[in-house]
């Protein structure tokens, strides 16, 4: 097959649409012209023989009234008007004796055709159409009873309606021809405008792939279905973007928040290598050393948690339970540190409220958001839970009048190890936030918060009830 650049044309799509639609297109005319050559070559034949028809009836008069002379003066009157090359009578008696004839040496040999005399006698017109082996052209003939025991055969040359039906098919052999390269034509030009849309988008994937990391797709296709292939295809490199881009972060992340840890613990095993003698020094130096391991731990825990459930790849668990309990043992479980910092802490929630979804996950957002309520607060300040359900959505706030927000920070709290610079008096990682905003995303809700510097914070999620 014909190839261009190494690529079998045969291959393309475009090129066996181009066949497909030409075939159809020759399938198409050829169905059509033999209905249409059909009808005009009966239409032809049915001319003919009405003529002929016509012909031995007016014969069949002449006979009624002059009897067997007067038919054969007719014959001869009939063959002078006409070409005996075109025509011929011949006239038979019952048993099938020629009883006259016009001049037959140009029709060669004409077997006489009893049966048909026969037929004829039952008065019954018999047409015929004569292959004679002397002639280019087929003849038509007519067996007719014109009297008594009188049979007329009339012969005539289909040559004209021959030539006028071969015109016809010479005609629809050059058009056929014509349409089908057309079809080629056409078909191909469509296929190739068709998929020329589709054409730009493997260019782009094509430009994408050789390290054209931002190049997109062009949205304004012609064709719905391929800007729908165009945009979605946009959305996914957006996606796979964000991704690539989150994994780059999260890389200088634990690079940078990984190496403290255990800068310190290579210095302090160090120090106690260079300078420890005593069994109690190397001793506390082992349980600082097993405490920055339970941070490091903890931080990638926590790390992989927010990866799986960003992915999406986490599951999911349907527990059944009691919002206001959950509440409240959150309360219990930090009020140490509330009571060591001064801090009030009281959950409003009115009756029980029923709560399908994943209880340990909300216990962790819980969590988190309650210990930085607490740590970033007044001593002497007040945290207050408050939970309810409206339409199928659990909604809960927990709010706190500490130190607040900055609008500068408000947008990078949810970030990975993101810490302002308010709160580094204060211990954590900077990876509560995003894990409670992974976890209450992964479970189909969200979170938010309203802040004023010096004023407090609340923080509102909602969670949509499983079911
Ligand atoms: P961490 O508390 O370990 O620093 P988080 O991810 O839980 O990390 O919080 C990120 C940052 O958001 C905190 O460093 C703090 O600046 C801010 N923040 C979170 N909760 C509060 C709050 N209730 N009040 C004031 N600031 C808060």
């Known amino acids: 097959m014909f190839s261009k650049r190494g690529i079998n044309i045969g291959d393309t799509l475009s090129f066996r649409l181009a066949v497909i639609y030409a075939g159809i297109f020759a399938l198409t005319s050829l169905l059509a012209f033999s209905v249409f050559y059909y009808r005009i070559h009966s239409l032809t034949m049915s001319q003919v023989d009405e003529e002929l028809i016509e012909e031995v009836g007016e014969f069949a008069e002449i006979s009624e009234e002059d009897g067997v002379e007067g038919v054969r003066g007719e014959m001869s009157l009939e063959i002078e008007e006409e070409d005996p090359k075109e025509i011929f009578l011949r006239l038979y008696s019952g048993d099938g004796k020629v009883l006259a004839s016009t001049d037959l040496s140009s029709w060669g040999d004409l077997p006489v055709d009893r049966e048909a005399i026969g037929s004829a006698l039952k008065r019954e017109n018999v047409l015929k159409t004569l292959k004679l082996p002397t002639r280019d052209y087929h003849a038509r003939t007519i067996f007719a009873s014109i009297g008594p025991e009188l049979v007329l055969q009339i012969g005539m040359t289909l040559e004209d309606a021959e030539d006028y039906l071969q015109i016809f098919r010479n005609l629809f052999i050059l058009l056929f021809l014509a349409v089908f390269l057309l079809s080629v034509f056409i078909g191909r030009y469509m296929g190739k405008k068709a998929l020329s849309d589709v054409e730009k988008v493997t260019h782009a994937a094509r430009e994408i792939s050789r390290g054209a990391h ?12 391929v800007r729908e292939l165009g945009e979605t295809f946009n959305r996914m490199l957006d996606e796979i973007h964000v991704l690539i881009e989150g994994m780059r972060e999260l890389t200088d992340n634990v690079a940078h928040d990984l190496r403290s840890p255990l800068t310190r613990i290579r210095g302090s095993a160090e120090m106690a290598l260079l300078k420890e003698t005593s069994p109690d020094g190397f001793r506390e130096m082992a349980a600082g050393i097993i405490d920055e391991c339970d941070n490091l731990i903890e931080i990638i825990n926590t790390m992989l948690d927010i990866t799986e459930s960003e992915a999406g790849i986490m599951d999911i668990a349907r527990d059944e339970f009691n919002v206001s309990d959950l509440l409240s043992d959150a309360c219990e479980i930090y009020r140490p540190l509330a009571d060591d910092k001064e801090v009030s802490i009281r959950v409003e929630v009115s009756g029980g409220l029923m709560f399908s979804g994943d209880r340990r996950k909300l216990q ?45 920070d408000r947008p990078h709290i949810f970030d990975r190890f993101y810490r302002s610079e308010a709160s580094r008096c204060e211990s954590g990682i900077g990876l509560g936030l995003t894990l409670a905003k992974a976890f209450a995303e992964a479970m189909g809700g969200g979170i938010s918060v309203v802040s004023s510097p010096g004023a407090g914070s609340v923080f509102s999620v909602v969670l949509p009830i499983m079911v």
């Open 214 to 225: 931002d190049m997109r797709v062009d949205v304004g296709l012609k064709y719905r279905e």
């Open 364 to 408: 962790r957002v819980l969590a988190n958001l309650l210990e930085n309520a607490i740590k970033y607060s007044h001593q002497g300040g007040e945290v207050v839970l408050s939970a309810s359900i409206s339409e199928s959505v659990l909604h809960f706030e927990i709010r706190d009048n500490g130190i607040g927000i900055s609008e500068d």
